[in-house]
Nanobody, 115 residues
Framework: QVQLVESGGGLVQPGGSLRLSCAAS????????MAWYRQAPGKQRELVAV???????NYVNSVKGRFTISRDSAKNTVYLQMNSLKPEDTAVYYC?????????WGQGTQVTVSS
């Protein structure tokens, strides 16, 4: 049994920052690719940032230079540092992690950017 628990969402003003966390627990042998997705109302879920087990991060163009994805293998956790937030970043953010060859989703955390 594997569980992903997300935290760190909330309401922030434009230009502000938030840090999302996603911790994996349970029967974990190998954690591969870790990623963050987001889904805004009325839109499809999109990939925001991804980091592989041994490679560098990749980002969707709209967040490059503002968001940073990182992982702590010792804690089985992936983070998303979000700076210079814009209203268009408002969405439910989901982590997705490949554990022992199978993909798992977090429950989602709401990020709202508004003045």
């Amino acid at each position: 049994q594997v569980q992903l628990v997300e935290s760190g969402g909330g309401l922030v003003q434009p230009g502000g920052s938030l840090r999302l966390s996603c911790a994996a627990s349970g029967s974990i042998f190998i954690i591969g690719t870790m990623a963050w997705y987001r889904q805004a109302p009325g839109k499809q879920r999109e990939l925001v940032a991804v980091v592989t087990r041994g490679g560098g991060p990749n980002y969707v163009n709209s967040v490059k230079g503002r968001f940073t994805i990182s992982r702590d293998s010792a804690k089985n956790t992936v983070y998303l540092q979000m700076n210079s937030l814009k209203p268009e970043d408002t969405a439910v953010y989901y982590c997705n992690t490949n554990i022992s060859g199978r993909g798992y989703w977090g429950q989602g955390t709401q990020v709202t950017v508004s003045s």
